[in-house]
């Protein structure tokens, strides 16, 4: 069911990858530009958010530490709590800006999933209980990534999922635009924390963008360009903090494919003795809410799986891991996939090659990529472990410079 608005009455959808919140000042910054946003479009404002840079991640290893295959309604309830931390700083920021913004739980966006609790599947989304909230208060925060199941228990819609719940949100409101921001320029032509080389795409059709995204590339969460083609939202893909002129970023909705490289940097590859078995396992594991690439070497078949994914050892256990190797994959713009493996500290000298080989000169035109700026630098929350606490000295992972400016995964990283 969508909610019909009149033109100048319908939300503003907005999402914030967990780069926006780097520092706490970040939930400053997002509330000042909300606050901008609302004044100057004069309609009510849903601000979705992410969990701190980092913060999953540490719960994950986390529940790793404790469990080999924790309950998938553990995993949610601990899971998702970076979310709700987010919901409720950002409220807290809004308010300080004298603009009071009223926090929500995944059980007032009226997102409905069903399916294991830590990636369950969206499967509806109604719109009395958010427009209720938003004819009370003009600002909503919502948490990213979350629904609720039948049963009314909050659920995970999988990993990078807030692109999912902000698309699905602006599609039952009646909005016909849905911003996505994060810390990459927008669609790139690969990840340009990997690539810095990779161009910035100025617009895209929904199957390009779902073609990336289904081989592995984390730029829009696949499920969001379904929901987004389904109900006509065009996309918006966005840096932050935003300087540039309106129509800037990607614009995901009529456009043209890409040529794009994406290196598999969080996944493991498994080989199988045929590709018999590697298809069958590939489809159990889809059919659990993993995105996984099944492909061919010279001499064996094989898949490569989110590293690290709750219940993968269950169904690869005949396989052999290739530890230390690490898929990168070329896609042409008229739709072929070309898989290699190759050394993981190979991958991002070999995702550079494979680039200058699809963009060697490309002219900067309005159909086509532009030239690249300088590769920022993936960074991750001081305060990502306000949760659980620092992690132990070993585990921790060297940090670097946060970039100057600031969409998310690969070929552009992280949302």
């Not at 069903?114 to 003009?138: F, I, K, N, Q, Y």
């Not at 963009?359 to 001081?382: E, F, L, N």
Request: proline share 9%; glycine share 10%.
């Amino acid at each position: 069911m969508t909610a019909r608005h009149a033109p100048d009455s319908r939300p503003l959808v907005l999402k914030f990858g967990g780069s926006a919140f780097a520092d706490l000042d970040g939930y400053h910054r997002v509330a000042r530009y909300a606050v901008r946003r609302r004044a100057e479009a004069r309609r009510p404002l849903v601000v979705v958010v992410s969990a701190m840079s980092g913060t999953t991640d540490r719960l994950q290893r986390t529940l790793d530490a404790l469990a080999a295959d924790p309950p998938a309604r553990a995993a949610a309830m601990l899971l998702t709590a970076g979310e709700t931390v987010s919901v409720a700083l950002l409220a807290a920021a809004l308010d300080a800006a004298g603009a009071p913004g009223c926090p929500l739980p995944a059980a007032a966006t009226g997102l409905l999933a069903e399916g294991p609790g830590d990636r369950a599947e969206l499967v509806s989304a109604s719109p009395e209980t958010l427009s209720g909230a938003l004819a009370d208060c003009p600002i909503a925060v919502v948490p990213g990534g979350q629904a609720v199941d039948a049963a009314g228990r909050t659920v995970m819609l999988g990993r990078n999922s807030s692109d999912l719940s902000a698309v699905a949100t602006a599609a039952t409101l009646g909005a016909d635009t849905c911003e996505l921001f994060s810390d990459v320029p927008g669609v790139c032509t690969a990840d340009p924390y990997l690539v810095p080389e990779a161009r910035t795409l100025t617009r895209i059709s929904y199957e390009g963008v779902r073609r990336m995204s289904r081989h592995g590339a984390r730029v829009v969460h696949e499920g969001a360009v379904d929901w987004a083609e389904r109900a006509g939202v065009r996309l918006l893909c966005r840096p932050f903090p935003w300087s540039g002129a309106p129509e800037g970023g990607t614009a995901v909705g009529t456009g043209p494919a890409a040529a794009a490289v994406v290196v598999h940097k969080d996944s493991d590859v498994w080989s199988f003795r045929s590709g018999r078995e590697r298809r069958s396992v590939g489809g159990r594991l889809r059919a659990e809410g993993l995105t996984v690439t099944e492909f061919d070497t010279a001499d064996a078949a094989c898949l490569a799986v989110p590293a690290g994914a709750r219940g993968t050892a269950r169904y690869v256990r005949t396989a052999r891991l290739l530890d230390g190797l690490c898929l990168v994959t070329t896609l042409g713009a008229d739709g072929r996939a070309e898989h290699v493996v190759v050394p993981r500290p190979e991958a991002a000298a070999e995702a550079r090659r494979r680039h200058l080989l699809l963009y060697p000169d490309t002219p900067d035109t309005s159909d086509t990529p532009g030239p690249a700026g300088p590769a920022p630098v993936k960074i991750r929350s001081a305060h990502s472990d306000v949760l659980v606490g620092p992690a132990p000295a070993p585990a921790q992972v060297p940090v670097p410079a946060p970039p100057s400016t600031g969409r998310s995964d690969g070929p552009g990283p992280s949302r």
